[in-house]
């Protein structure tokens, strides 16, 4: 199933087979042998593009129904055998340093309210929002801009600033971030996760360029981890606030850029979600705000 998804999210099994670290064979052998067990064709392959037939479309709802709901029968009975009688699920995106910004809430909130158990997990904003949606998660922990919609409302938890990631060696990693600007990286090729992972984050950066008069070079990595491979081997830089996983690293070096503005994470739900564990949650989140964090 990993493949099916894969290439129904890409639209591509080259991109596919990158996505999951594997030849494009192997992935074409894999969706052939499953349409080959249900007995419909469930994509069409273009020269450019695959796209998912009526019948691709209505597997890949179903399916992604069943797999939401295994994960919260796994979830429920763990939290059932260890004596918990609620249950809040938060989902947070891939390359985050939680332990600066989401696990201090957990704990705490674990501490106050030791019979709610919180259920963890990650995914990009497209298959997030879809969670988000359906109520297979309670709670998105990431930026509202990314989720924002007339159906969800949002709680601000803390603010970080944004820069580039570069590798330690580039030829501004040894200047004060004071005296750079976006100018200075002009000429850098910018690392963006593909549009089906973070659509907005790309977009954002090419605007601010090209308000410069610039038309930034580009490439897109798979994932996370790709992008980050990609920077250690020179290929190019990210944009990422200092909470990216690999700001700390020193294979790398984060430069903090006052015109690439600053990150707020946010608490996401949607507004028609009865899960009751959340108001006890809010109302938690909202103390924890007003003592920790009361500029946000």
């Given amino acids: 199933m990993t493949a099916f998804f894969a290439v129904a999210q890409t639209k591509s099994f080259s991109k596919a087979a990158d996505l999951l670290f594997k030849n494009q064979s192997a992935i074409s052998r894999q969706i052939l042998a499953l349409e080959k067990e249900l007995g419909v064709q469930l994509f069409i392959r273009g020269s450019r593009s695959v796209v998912l037939t009526k019948a691709g479309q209505v597997f890949k709802a179903g399916m992604e129904k069943v797999t939401d709901l295994y994960q919260a029968v796994l979830s429920n009975t763990h939290a059932a055998q260890s004596g918990y009688i609620a249950e809040v699920r938060i989902c947070t995106h891939p390359g985050t340093l939680y332990s600066n910004i989401l696990t201090p809430v957990v704990l705490a909130f674990e501490k106050q309210h030791p019979e709610i158990f919180v259920s963890l997990q990650t995914s990009y904003s497209g298959d997030a929002s879809r969670k988000l949606d359906e109520h297979s998660v309670d709670f998105v922990f990431w930026r509202w801009e990314e989720y924002s919609s007339i159906s969800r409302s949002y709680m601000n938890v803390v603010e970080r600033p ?135």
């Fill in 162 to 296: 944004n820069g580039f990631l570069l590798p330690a060696d580039h030829p501004k990693a040894s200047i004060a971030p004071e005296d750079l600007t976006l100018d200075d990286f002009k000429d850098d090729t910018f690392i963006l996760l593909s549009d089906y992972i973070a659509p907005k984050l790309a977009s954002r950066l090419i605007k601010k360029y090209a308000a410069l008069g610039y038309d930034p070079k580009v490439l897109y990595a798979p994932d996370l981890d790709t992008s980050l491979l990609w920077v250690s081997a020179r290929r190019g830089i990210i944009a990422a606030s200092d909470q990216c996983i690999a700001a700390g690293n020193p294979a790398f070096r984060f430069v903090p850029l006052q015109q690439l503005g600053r990150t707020i994470f946010s608490f996401i739900w949607d507004k028609q979600n009865d899960n009751p564990s959340m108001e006890v949650f809010l109302a938690f989140l909202s103390d924890y705000v007003a003592e920790h964090s009361p500029s946000v």
